[in-house]
């Protein structure tokens, strides 16, 4: 899916900035101008679009009771598949000021060395 420009003479010239949103069921991109207003912005389902990594809802059900999971590399995957979206609509990166990001609160990270 190609998000088409909203604003076609605001998406020309101009700073843009980019708000990224890892929620629990999909990636969303939103551009601004400089005055707040949408430019155009972008969603990747990780159901829908990424499929090959099983996922209900953005997570996969481990064998211990109430064990949930996200995998890690269907994100990465997101931002990838995003940011070629964005490319493929026309998307001047050199025009992005700054970037914010918000993630999934719900989610706890744990390692192993």
Same mark, same amino acid.
Request: aromatic share 8%; proline share 4%; net charge negative.
């Given at each position: 899916?190609?998000?088409?420009p909203?604003f076609?003479?605001i998406v &020309?010239? =101009? !700073?843009?900035?980019?708000g990224l949103?890892?929620?629990?069921? /999909?990636? #969303? +991109?939103l551009?601004?101008d400089? %005055?707040a207003i +949408?430019? %155009?912005?972008?969603a +990747?389902?990780?159901? #829908?679009d990424? !499929? /090959?990594?099983?996922t $209900?809802?953005?997570? $996969?059900h481990g064998?211990?009771d109430? /064990?949930v $999971?996200s995998p890690?590399? &269907?994100?990465?995957?997101a @931002?990838d598949? @995003?940011?070629q979206r &964005?490319?493929d609509a026309?998307?001047?990166? =050199? ?5 914010? *990001?918000? *993630? ?6 744990? &390692?192993?060395s």
């Amino acid at each position: 899916m190609i998000a088409e420009p909203l604003f076609q003479s605001i998406v &020309m010239s =101009g !700073p843009l900035f980019l708000g990224l949103d890892l929620s629990t069921q /999909q990636l #969303k +991109v939103l551009l601004i101008d400089e %005055n707040a207003i +949408v430019v %155009n912005h972008f969603a +990747v389902s990780y159901a #829908k679009d990424l !499929p /090959q990594y099983g996922t $209900t809802n953005g997570a $996969t059900h481990g064998s211990r009771d109430g /064990q949930v $999971t996200s995998p890690v590399a &269907m994100w990465i995957e997101a @931002i990838d598949l @995003i940011l070629q979206r &964005m490319e493929d609509a026309g998307v001047v990166f =050199g025009r992005i000021r700054a970037i914010s *990001g918000a *993630g999934q609160v719900l989610y706890s990270y744990y &390692m192993r060395s």
